[in-house]
T-cell receptor, first 118, second 110 residues
Framework: GAVVSQHPSWVICKSGTSVKIECRSL??????MFWYRQFPKQSLMLMAT?????????EQGVEKDKFLINHASLTLSTLTVTSAHPEDSSFYIC??????????????FGPGTRLLVL | SQQGEEDPQALSIQEGENATMNCSYK?????LQWYRQNSGRGLVHLIL?????REKHSGRLRVTLDTSKKSSSLLITASRAADTASYFC??????????FGTGTQLKVEL
């Protein structure tokens, strides 16, 4: 149980285009989803926290107009990288957490999406 | 930055040996978790230790937590080549957000 999927796993796009990444919790309802980015050989940096039905909370230094997050249902959150530039190339990972108190502490991670902007 | 530090950054051992990784964090925590990441993949949750616990075991994994020193360690016993991966600690603080450490790249050689 507690499987999180991401789509696509790989995306290459031209500079200036927008890219949407989906994060789905497959067998549980995720009241909260998180979006991280990871540069090669570095750790994960939290970008934003998204709660179902409300606006995402962005970390300091993350442009909310550039990284649009939508958490429209309890099983789906999307991250849209708008007007992508080469410096946006990175590994984007989502995670999901249930609202069930007993296991609320554990975040379940998706397999990640590698974005390459040419 | 609230990011934790891990050491060593890289560790290379022979199969069958034990591997120990250390993690330090900066703020008060609710719990601390360890994750594993194979190259280019997502994270796999290994173990969670709460702030009121000092030691926890799961199979070949042993985690300790010292809140007075704001540090934790992960011990993998009898390592296998398949344990080769990056290992991250992540501290859960205010707002239930995870703050990840810098990671340890473990290589287990045959």
């Amino acid at each position: 149980g507690a499987v999180v999927s991401q789509h696509p796993s790989w995306v290459i796009c031209k500079s200036g285009t927008s890219v949407k990444i989906e994060c789905r919790s497959l067998d549980f309802q995720a009241t909260t989803m998180f979006w991280y980015r990871q540069f090669p050989k570095q750790s994960l940096m939290l970008m934003a926290t998204s709660n179902e039905g409300s606006k995402a909370t962005y970390e300091q230094g993350v442009e909310k107009d550039k990284f649009l997050i939508n958490h429209a249902s309890l099983t789906l959150s999307t991250l849209t990288v708008t007007s992508a530039h080469p410096e946006d190339s990175s590994f984007y990972i989502c995670s999901a957490r249930t609202g069930t108190h007993r296991i609320q502490e554990t975040q379940y991670f998706g397999p990640g999406t590698r974005l390459l902007v040419l | 930055s609230q990011q934790g530090e891990e050491d060593p950054q890289a560790l290379s051992i022979q199969e069958g040996e034990n591997a120990t990784m250390n993690c330090s964090y900066k703020t008060s925590i609710n719990n601390l978790q360890w994750y594993r990441q194979n190259s280019g993949r997502g994270l796999v949750h290994l173990i969670l230790i709460r702030s009121n616990e000092r030691e926890k075991h799961s199979g070949r994994l042993r985690v300790t937590l010292d809140t007075s020193k704001k540090s934790s360690s992960l011990l993998i016993t009898a390592s296998r080549a398949a344990d080769t991966a990056s290992y991250f600690c992540a501290a859960t603080g205010g707002g239930n957000k995870l703050t990840f450490g810098t990671g340890t790249q473990l290589k287990v050689e045959l």
